[in-house]
């Protein structure tokens, strides 16, 4: 990732309450050209409410909005060069397909001619050509997705801002069109702000991801880094399914912890913070991560344990496996063959993130 | 509810529109009796009347002066009312409660009260009755339904459509009148013939307010104080048709644009 | 929007001309970018504060000016010893017009007569009215409620005088229903229906019945079916359903109608004149009188009117407030 460059987008230190409710607290961060970056939290987490205030359509009690360099905090919508694509999309129902998307061509003061062309770029871009003379209320929800796209990127925004396009779609057209919208992402070259409260979505689409959870940011990283590498118990248990594993650090060095884990003696990696002997600390580990052995597996953790349940899942099965002493604990994990009751557990101490909190 | 209420219920509902009706369709045939006296039975029958009406030319003239009186007044009332309905559904401000509370007032102020205080206020600014008085209460008295109709449109527009027009580049000037305007159609066209319908049957503001030429209701009301004649039957019953079409045309126009939205 | 519509503004927008205008920009892009135009909107549009003062100013000046100026100014007028003012005469401050209003008689019986009359008519209207609001809003699909509507409003568009005429030939001693009588052997000469409280009353319901309609149907269609199914499963005959769950229900709609039927009723101008006789002179006649004679005059009517108006909106705001109570009460 090039660090070097200029961001496109930075939000400094912005805070915005609605009466009682505080929807951002002191948000900070950048968003580089190019990048398709991903808004990702429960609902009622702030994500519209950063959009909104990107986009121009609110603003913030306090701190800075800057885009390509220039402060447009306080600057109306009309003014800003961002586009953004709406969760309802919000095309205009008596307008078509065409003069929706060359709305905003026209208050550009583009010619007629140049209008034409770049509608007629936009319509092959987005396989739109058949539908140009349609009224919103006569395309599908996949079209009109891509009617909102069309127009949001018709006047040629730094940045363009998505929130939850795809909430509207059903679940097999929403997966085809999460990878359309990647692709037309890479072959635009713009820079995506896109919001979606769906884990799964944002861990196929985007560079990087932003977790977000009560008007603050929980963490900021590639989706490797947030599905492998969690800094909070939050991020932990929002991403993906997990096992949280709890007890007192015996030493560490480097970054290697070592755990007495109900009198397992485990090792993970803390990334971001420091744990000193003797700290209680939580450390998370994926379902896939952990590996099924006949025997003690010779590198990395061991633990043996009893399945005491098993809840078949299709193409593998979801166990669950008693350990520790006098089978204190519970380590689920998924495994895709058949294994006896008695097994023993490994995993490499590297997927075992110690977590901040 | 049992099958005998249900037929009960329907007996009353078809008792009720043939009372709405009778009185109508009797005054109707009436334009077409072949003597000057109204009453029935009718003997014989004859078109004269209508022919009469179509020939009047203080008839003819007199539909001018009220057709002109429903426009213009109409034209201002959607205009005003609109406005008002833009202000009332933004954001909230100081006086909103008391703002709304004002905007509906001209409609609840019993009639005869209402021509009175415009009588006496047009007195003050030194209008004087006739046509310009007339428009002008025309216009305050219908503001009030303009405004009740186009408000609960305005609270249908979502607001982000408003909001894409102003993202792509709109202004609120323009994003006015290219989205919202155009969202308003069908309120805009079913309170503006309400409006037209109102001011063209309105007889008490007309009559207070008028000069010496009269509005169509003003004209039939003086006809009837001398006598009733089946000329009379035959101007209402073209006033009659023509309201009735213009409300049918309105309504159905109304329900087709609103479904879509 | 309307097909024909639709199908030209595609047209428009889809065949560009492929020569001509091609070379300029649209009219909402020339305006946009027009130099007086934006430096008059960004003037304007640079402040939340001047945005709203532009937006407001002219419907709040309009309301104060127009629709409570006239209330004012008849207010004023009725506190005036004579209006309009005379040359050679400055109008000044007496209360002998709203005196008149309580020490002679012969007003008071219109009043209360136009009271006493608004009041049992609303009731009849209602009564009249609501099973047919009932019917259309719960027995009659939705397709077709919109048809049977519909049919109704065709006579609500027809003016008061048209309507009021249609019943003066209604009732006429050689009226249709004198006619019917007659053929029917029930009477030998013709009742004098006209200009009596009975043609006054049926003129007045006539023209109200629908302000009644409106807002009896809109409540009632509110009401989901379920309710009444629901109380019928807990065992609950027809009378009960509609006493302790349909009534309640609609109480806001008996609310408006009656309001709305009884503010009109007081109003009415030209079917008393028309329906009525010496005998059922309403208050609005008696107002009406000191504006056909000389201007002297005027301050009396203004303090009548405003005496009406007072007495109208205190009774009907009473009226409002009771049953706001009553389904408030209900609820709980
Ligand atoms: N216009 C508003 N008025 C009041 N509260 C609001 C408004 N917009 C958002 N909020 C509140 O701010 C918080 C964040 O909302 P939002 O940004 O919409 O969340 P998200 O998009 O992540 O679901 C929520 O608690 C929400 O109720
Ligand atoms: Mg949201």
Redesign the pocket.
């Known amino acids: 990732m090039p660090t070097t460059e200029d961001p496109i987008v930075h939000i400094d230190g912005i805070s915005k309450s609605?009466?009682k409710?505080v929807?951002l607290q002191r948000l900070d961060m950048k968003i580089r050209p190019g990048e398709f970056v991903t808004f990702l939290?429960p609902?009622?987490?702030?994500?519209?409410?950063?959009l909104r205030l990107l986009g121009g359509f609110a603003q913030p009690d306090s701190g800075r909005i800057v885009l390509g360099g220039e402060d447009v905090t306080r600057l109306p919508p009309n003014k800003r060069r961002v586009n953004m694509v709406f969760q309802d999309y919000a095309l205009f129902p008596h307008m078509t397909v065409t003069r929706n998307i060359t709305f905003g061509l026209e208050l550009k003061r583009m010619t007629r001619d140049r209008i034409a062309a770049r509608l007629d770029e936009l319509l092959s871009f987005l396989e739109l050509d058949a539908f140009r003379d349609r009224f919103p209320d006569q395309l599908s929800g996949g079209q009109r997705q891509r009617v909102a796209l069309a127009r949001a990127l018709a006047p040629d925004p730094d940045l363009l801002l998505l929130d939850e396009p795809l909430g509207a779609l059903d679940a097999r057209l929403r997966a085809q069109v999460q990878l359309e919208l990647k692709d037309i992402q890479r072959r635009t070259g713009k820079t995506f702000f896109f919001?979606t409260?769906d884990q799964d979505e944002a861990l196929t689409m985007s560079d990087r991801i932003v977790v977000?959870n009560q008007g603050r940011v929980e963490q900021d990283g590639t989706p490797e880094d947030l599905y492998l590498r969690p800094k909070s118990r939050f991020v932990a248990e929002f991403i993906g399914e997990t096992n949280l594993l709890s007890g007192p650090v015996r030493h560490a060095d480097d970054g290697r912890v070592a755990i007495d884990w109900f009198g397992m003696q485990i090792e993970g990696r803390a990334f971001d913070s420091t744990p000193r002997p003797g700290d209680m600390v939580t450390a998370a580990l994926r379902l896939e991560k952990v590996g099924f052995f006949d025997a003690r597996p010779e590198t990395g953790n061991a633990v043996q344990g009893r399945v005491v349940n098993r809840v078949f899942k299709g193409s593998r099965t979801a166990v669950d496996v008693r350990v520790g002493d006098a089978g204190a604990a519970i380590l689920k994990a998924y495994v895709d063959r058949e294994v006896p009751d008695d097994v023993w557990l490994g995993w490499d101490p590297a997927n075992l993130a110690v977590l901040q909190d | 509810m049992t099958r005998n209420t249900r037929i009960l219920m329907s007996i009353i509902y078809w008792a009720f529109v043939v009372y709405l009706f009778v009185p109508l369709v009797l005054m109707v045939l009436m334009g077409f009796k072949d003597s000057k006296f109204i009453g029935f039975p009718i003997k014989s029958w004859t078109l004269d009347w209508y022919i009469g009406v179509f020939r009047d030319t203080e008839v003819i003239s007199v539909f001018v002066y009220s057709t002109t009186i429903a426009v213009a007044s109409t034209a201002i009332s959607l205009t005003v009312g609109t406005w008002i309905s833009v202000l009332l559904a933004g954001r909230s401000f100081f006086g909103r409660t008391v703002i709304f509370g004002l905007t509906v007032l001209p409609a609840v102020i019993p009639g005869i009260i209402s021509a009175i205080s415009f009588r006496i206020f047009a007195r003050l600014l030194g209008i004087e009755t006739g046509m310009f008085a007339i428009i002008w209460a025309h216009a305050v008295h219908n503001v009030p339904f303009v405004a009740l109709v186009v408000m609960a449109r305005l609270a249908t527009l979502p607001a982000s459509h408003t909001e894409a027009a102003m993202d792509l580049g709109a202004d609120r000037f323009v994003s006015f009148f290219r989205i919202t305007l155009p969202y308003l159609k069908p309120a805009l066209i079913g309170a503006g013939v309400f409006c037209m319908l109102l001011s063209f049957d309105d007889f008490v503001r007309s009559f207070f307010l008028g000069g010496y030429e009269p509005t169509l209701p003003v004209l039939i009301f003086s006809k009837l104080r001398s006598g009733m004649s089946p000329e009379i039957n035959a101007i209402a019953t073209v006033v009659l048709i023509m309201t009735a079409v213009l409300g049918i045309w309105a309504e159905r126009s109304m329900r087709r644009m609103g479904k879509g939205t | 929007m309307s097909t024909s519509s639709r199908s030209e503004t595609a047209a428009d927008t889809s065949r560009r001309p492929a020569s001509g205008r091609g070379d300029s920009p649209t009219f909402w892009g020339r305006l946009s970018n027009a130099g007086p135009y934006r430096a008059v909107t960004d003037y304007v549009f640079g402040s939340t504060r001047r945005q709203f003062v532009l937006l407001a100013a002219f419907p709040i000046f309009w309301i104060l000016f127009a629709h409570l100026g006239p209330i004012l100014q008849m207010i004023r007028v009725s506190f005036l010893d004579s209006y309009p003012p005379s040359v050679g005469h400055t109008p000044h401050f007496t209360l002998d017009n709203w005196r008149t209003f309580f020490t002679e008689v012969i007003f008071l019986r219109p009043f209360f007569r136009t009271l006493v009359f608004s009041v049992v008519l609303t009731f009849a209207t209602l009564v009249l009215v609501y099973p047919v609001a009932y019917f259309l809003s719960r027995h009659v699909k939705r397709d077709n409620q919109m048809l049977l509507l519909l049919l109704l409003l065709i006579p609500f568009w027809v003016g008061e005088i048209v309507r009021t005429y249609a019943i003066m030939i209604l009732l006429g001693n050689t009226g249709a229903v004198n006619l019917i009588l007659k053929a029917l052997g029930l009477i030998e000469q013709p009742i004098a229906f006209m200009y009596t409280n009975f043609s006054l009353s049926f003129g007045i319901v006539y023209l109200t019945s629908l302000y009644m309609l409106m807002p009896l149907y809109s409540a009632l269609e509110k009401i989901p079916q379920s309710f009444s199914e629901a109380a019928a499963d807990l065992g609950a005959g027809p009378w009960t359903r509609f006493r302790r769950v349909i009534l309640p229900l609609s109480l806001e709609g008996i609310s408006s109608g009656c309001t709305l039927v009884f503010l009109i009723s007081t109003g009415l101008y030209a079917t008393p004149i028309l329906l009525g006789g010496p005998s059922t002179t309403l208050f609005s006649e008696t107002i009406a009188g000191f504006f056909h004679v000389a201007g002297d005059e005027w301050p009396t009517g203004a303090a009548f009117s405003t005496i009406m108006l007072l007495t109208a909106l205190v009774l009907s705001g009473t009226f409002m407030k009771l049953m706001g109570a009553l389904q408030k009460g209900g609820r709980k």
């Open positions: 609605f009466g409710t929807a939290g609902s009622g987490c702030g994500k519209s409410t950063t919001v409260h977000m």
